[in-house]
């Protein structure tokens, strides 16, 4: 068993780790952390997590080594203290945004800060299997995902891959996403009675996420807008892009069929009909799988690849634990082998 320890493990990233480890045939969680809940037993803030668990929260200053070492923390506090955290374990999963871009430039411009610990940038490992499984093999050091961004990619990707694309012309991404996304603490736009109900474009352009988007396909220009709307859970993409020349649809699903199939999480969805014929995150709740499709307009060249995900699990804490099994050489599905709800 490989003991694992969750600094920042109050939040709701934090929680669904620890959901997925407390489950996990070859993991066991040993040590969490919370500064504002010390002491506390985990199923204080993660009550779906009684008779689960009996687990305190401690302080980071009392982390003891362990095997492997989750940070969980607000995006920019991991970087201040990565050597004390990379001291305390062999291996490092980091699931804020310190650790995502290899550029600090890059950083800087997205972060609007300087980096703090550029050095360890070219040290982790972007933390989507789907794009590095055999970096992660000999890896010690792996990056979290952003969500939108996991999304974002995972519904371009067969068609990067496939050379199939006509990239002289705009591909343009529209995520919509749930209020989970914004963390466990509160803040005006997570309020209830201004969230609820909403379908709120809060970044129609400039997010964050866009510069994953750009590093990690290697493409010079991809436009990003991101809409809430009125779900904790969940994230849609639908990405907008132009074929080459006479591209038909058969050719996107060779294109889509050869990488499903190598890939344990990935499903597409394209049925001819019933309402569940495209991707619906409402289907994923819990579920680290990612449910893509496309749509191909032959006369135009138009394709709409859409991806859904559970952004709190393939955006977060579920990507971070098959990065962990990859990583650490364990089967790349344990413990992340529970299918979603139907219905919720």
């Known amino acids: 068993m490989r003991?694992?320890?969750?600094?920042?493990?109050?939040?709701?990233?934090?929680?669904?780790?620890?959901?997925?480890?407390?489950?996990?045939?070859?993991?066991?969680?040993?040590?969490?952390?919370?500064?504002?809940?010390?002491?506390?037993?985990?199923?204080?803030?993660?009550?779906?997590?009684?008779?689960r668990s009996l687990l305190r929260f401690i302080s980071r200053q009392a982390l003891e080594p362990c095997d492997v070492?989750?940070?969980?923390?607000?995006?920019?506090?991991?970087?201040?203290?990565?050597?004390?955290?990379?001291?305390?374990?062999?291996?490092?999963?980091?699931?804020?945004?310190?650790?995502?871009l290899r550029d600090p430039g890059r950083y800087q411009r997205w972060y609007g800060a300087e980096h703090l610990a550029p050095a360890w940038l070219s040290r982790f490992v972007y933390g989507l299997p789907e794009l590095h499984r055999e970096e992660m093999r000999t890896a010690r050091y792996i990056s979290g995902v952003g969500c939108n961004a996991a999304a974002s990619i995972l519904a371009l990707l067969p068609?990067?891959?496939?050379?199939?694309?006509?990239?002289?012309?705009?591909?343009?991404?529209?995520?919509?996403?749930?209020?989970?996304e914004a963390g466990a603490s509160p803040n005006p736009g997570s309020h209830h009675p201004e969230r609820s109900g909403v379908i709120r474009t809060y970044a129609p352009t400039g997010h964050r996420h866009t510069a994953e988007i750009l590093q990690e396909l290697g493409w010079e220009q991809v436009h990003l807008s991101i809409t809430s709307v009125d779900v904790v859970r969940g994230a849609l993409a639908a990405a907008h892009a132009f074929t080459q020349s006479g591209v038909t649809e058969k050719e996107l699903w060779r294109a889509y069929r050869a990488w499903a199939a190598a890939e344990p999480f990935i499903r597409i969805v394209k049925e001819r009909g019933g309402i569940h014929r495209v991707p619906d995150p409402k289907v994923l709740a819990g579920s680290n799988y990612v449910d893509v499709g496309f749509e191909l307009d032959e006369t135009t060249g138009r394709v709409v690849a859409l991806a859904a995900i559970d952004n709190l699990m393939k955006g977060a804490a579920g990507s971070a634990v098959q990065a962990m099994n990859v990583m650490l050489g364990l089967e790349e599905t344990a413990g992340l082998e529970f299918s979603g709800l139907h219905p919720i």
Do not use: M
């Not at 780790?17 to 204080?44: A, F």
């Not at 068609?159 to 995520?175: E, F, H, Q, T």
């Open 69 to 100: 070492l989750f940070l969980a923390l607000p995006h920019g506090e991991a970087q201040k203290h990565i050597d004390h955290y990379a001291a305390l374990a062999p291996y490092v999963i980091d699931l804020s945004a310190d650790f995502r």
């Open 159 to 180: 068609l990067a891959r496939s050379g199939l694309l006509d990239l002289s012309r705009p591909v343009i991404v529209d995520v919509k996403v749930g209020s989970s």
């Open 3 to 51: 003991r694992a320890a969750i600094v920042g493990a109050s939040g709701y990233t934090g929680g669904e780790l620890l959901r997925l480890l407390l489950s996990h045939p070859q993991v066991e969680v040993t040590q969490v952390t919370s500064e504002h809940h010390l002491g506390e037993y985990v199923h204080s803030l993660h009550p779906n997590l009684r008779k």
